[in-house]
């Protein structure tokens, strides 16, 4: 499945591929079934998507006694940040968006290194440690986290990380995804430039950081907003790692929030709204890396 | 073992000279061997190591602290006779049956609509239906929480205008498990939808002028080109799919916590409470590893079955 362009970026407009379909046909009726009828079923789905986030986000901006007082408006009839403001008050909203913060940049950045070394590593060379390494790395995908929550906990309090960060940070790093999204990237980098380089006399890390690097930057941009995307919504590792609420992460607060006997709906919805904040700004940003069938490498391979 | 390298092998890189090191690792050893070292380490502490404790465990009492007992296989027999777990274990396979379909559908239907040459938007529609990627499960479990409330809901208040009573939502166990099955096709359409899209742009378009010159309708075109066409890709998205709600946890806990009461309890929830609440680290270790097997069978079965049938479908 490997394409022959060196360059992912070049694949990454991964509009719907042109079609030689424009046989001239009679007007009217088939104007009708050839333009509005994918066209309407096309928006009915986004209409059915949309409105969920759109019915949270408005209701979000109405205060306290509209929420529930019937009859219900689509707009709110009195726009109010109140919930906003309540969150901040209320809860310790920035503490815990400075957890998720640091846990989500960390490991995104370890993440993103390591399964580059490693991915190229498993692509460039040749040995039995690597056969050996790559398997298990397969094997991996197999074994899911939940299947070892209670000895994982058990690893993480023996070496001391329980209620802090980097018990959260640190199990998390390597991905079978990330991985293999690398491995699959560098495979397609002929072997010319690397025996090039080595005949120019530069060292493998030289190799490594100075050529190959900067060529898989599409790939590792990919892989850093998939990867922040994961830690930031993370939920179960940091239930069970994390027990003092000054160490919560967003999502842990937000779960806290929800499971109350009496849920605060004013302060629950803006505080949603509010945690989906960084993830969608970087989603727009970046909008082109993630949506680009790359992150497809690691998963077809 | 990997630790003792770790410490070694940098201090080597750095001080020996390139001559030695060849002589010593051949030719590029050492330089796979620093590129993957931490990944390994890393592999064999969060990986490998609670792997075969977990195993261990599951044949212990052991509760989280103090000396682990040899029981043998009497935590597997227990399970045998748990009716809780079969509940949990059961709710959690007919969760999969119901979502998977319809998630499959969803996300199938969003890459089509997509794909469509002649429909306008579709930049726009290609970002808003990726939104949903980026919330959260929480989030997307409080969202569908807030749309399908019992007595504030947007969907009763709508019941309510068209003369209906209001649907018990929250309190009947298998609406409950509705809202929780809608919630995560709409969750995990996203994703599903970039595996569909770029299969169906791997169809090749000659497929589709033929049939059209021969006068197939849409409906005939999607039915026998598009679909076995795109088969590899619906075995896969099945696949990930089954195997993801097989392990829903976190949306479910902010949708209705498993309720009402335990009846919505699904298999990852019944493991985090035996085996954090009520810490009975052994017993909860010994359903993660039936919780394993059944992965690994429908992993099996689905991988058999798409052999078997080849392109049929």
Redo the contacts between chains.
């Keep these: 499945m490997v394409t022959t362009s060196t360059t992912p970026a070049s694949s990454t407009k991964?509009t719907?591929?042109p079609?030689?379909?424009r046989?001239p046909r009679r007007r009217g009726a088939g104007l009708w079934r050839?333009?509005v009828l994918?066209?309407t079923?096309?928006?009915v789905?986004?209409l059915l998507?949309?409105f969920?986030?759109l019915?949270?986000l408005l209701?979000s901006f109405k205060p306290g006694s509209e929420?529930?007082s019937?009859?219900?408006s689509f707009l709110p009839r009195d726009w109010t940040l109140g919930g906003y403001v309540d969150a901040f008050d209320r809860v310790d909203f920035l503490r815990y968006l400075r957890n998720s913060t640091i846990v989500a940049t960390v490991t995104t950045a370890l993440t993103v290194f390591?399964?580059a070394?490693?991915g190229?590593?498993?692509a460039?060379?040749r040995?039995p440690?690597?056969s050996v390494?790559g398997l298990?790395?397969l094997s991996?995908t197999?074994?899911?986290g939940?299947?070892?929550?209670?000895?994982?906990?058990?690893?993480i309090r023996d070496?001391g990380l329980y209620n802090s960060l980097l018990g959260v940070i640190?199990?998390t790093?390597?991905t079978p995804t990330g991985?293999f999204m690398f491995r699959q990237f560098f495979l397609s980098v002929p072997d010319e430039l690397l025996q090039a380089a080595r005949i120019d006399g530069a060292s493998?890390?030289r190799i490594?950081f100075g050529i190959m690097m900067p060529l898989a930057r599409p790939i590792a941009l990919t892989l850093a907003i998939i990867s922040f995307?994961w830690r930031?919504?993370d939920?179960?590792l940091p239930l069970?790692v994390l027990g003092d609420p000054k160490n919560y992460t967003l999502?842990i607060a937000?779960?806290s929030l929800?499971?109350a006997d009496n849920i605060n709906?004013s302060v629950?919805?803006a505080a949603?709204v509010l945690?989906?904040l960084p993830?969608?700004v970087l989603?727009?940003v970046f909008?082109r890396y993630?949506?680009s069938?790359n992150?497809?490498a690691g998963?077809?391979d | 073992m990997s630790t003792t390298l770790t410490t070694d092998a940098p201090a080597q890189a750095g001080a020996s000279p390139p001559k030695r090191r060849k002589r010593r690792f051949g030719r590029?050893?050492l330089?796979?061997?620093?590129?993957?070292v931490?990944?390994?380490a890393?592999?064999a502490?969060?990986?490998?190591?609670?792997?075969v404790?977990?195993l261990s465990?599951s044949l212990t009492d052991y509760r989280?602290w103090g000396d682990a007992e040899f029981v043998g296989l009497a935590n597997y027999a227990e399970l045998l006779r748990d009716e809780s777990f079969y509940g949990a274990l059961g709710r959690t396979l007919v969760y999969a049956l119901f979502s998977v379909p319809l998630a499959y559908c969803l996300s199938l239907?969003?890459a089509v609509?997509?794909?469509?040459?002649?429909?306008?938007?579709?930049t726009?529609?290609?970002?808003?239906?990726?939104?949903?990627?980026?919330?959260?499960?929480?989030?997307t479990?409080?969202?569908?929480?807030?749309?399908f409330g019992e007595?504030?809901g947007?969907i009763n208040?709508l019941i309510r205008l068209v003369g209906g009573g209001g649907l018990p939502w929250s309190s009947d166990a298998d609406l409950s498990l509705a809202v929780v099955i809608l919630a995560s096709a709409?969750g995990g359409?996203a994703?599903n939808m970039?595996?569909f899209?770029?299969a169906?742009?791997n169809v090749p378009?000659s497929y589709?002028?033929a049939a059209?010159l021969d006068g197939a309708n849409a409906w005939q075109l999607f039915r026998n080109i598009t679909l076995p066409s795109i088969a590899p890709t619906s075995v896969?998205v099945i696949l990930?799919t089954t195997?993801g709600q097989m392990?829903e946890?976190?949306m479910i806990?902010?949708l209705n916590?498993g309720g009402p009461g335990t009846q919505n309890r699904l298999i990852?929830q019944y493991?985090?409470e035996t085996?954090?609440e009520r810490s009975q680290?052994g017993y909860?270790?010994a359903a993660?590893?039936v919780?394993?097997v059944v992965?690994?069978i429908i992993?099996i079965i689905q991988l058999w079955v798409s052999k078997r049938s080849g392109n049929a479908w």
């Design positions: 991964s719907p591929a079609s030689g379909t046989i050839r333009n994918p066209t079923f096309l928006w789905l986004v998507m949309a969920p986030l019915w949270f209701s929420l529930f019937y009859p219900l390591l399964c070394t490693t190229y590593a498993l460039k060379y040995n440690w690597l390494l298990c790395i991996m197999m074994l899911p939940e299947v070892i929550l209670n000895p994982l906990f058990i690893v070496l640190v199990p790093v390597v991985v493998e890390y490594f995307q930031w919504n939920y179960i069970i999502q937000l779960r929800v499971g709906w629950l919805l949603s945690s989906m993830l969608v989603y727009l909008q993630i949506t069938s992150i497809n998963l077809k | 590029h050893r330089a796979p061997f620093l590129f993957t931490l990944t390994a890393l592999f502490l969060f990986f490998v190591g609670p792997g404790l977990g465990y989280g239907s969003m609509a997509l794909n469509a040459v002649r429909s306008k938007g579709k726009a529609a290609r970002i808003i239906f990726f939104l949903p990627w980026l919330v959260s499960p929480i989030v479990g409080v969202i569908w929480r807030w749309m007595s504030f947007f208040y709409w359409a994703f970039l595996l899209i770029a169906l742009n378009q589709y002028e059209r896969l990930l195997l392990k946890f976190a806990q902010a916590g990852v493991i985090y085996g954090f680290i909860a270790s993660s590893m919780l394993l992965l690994m992993a």
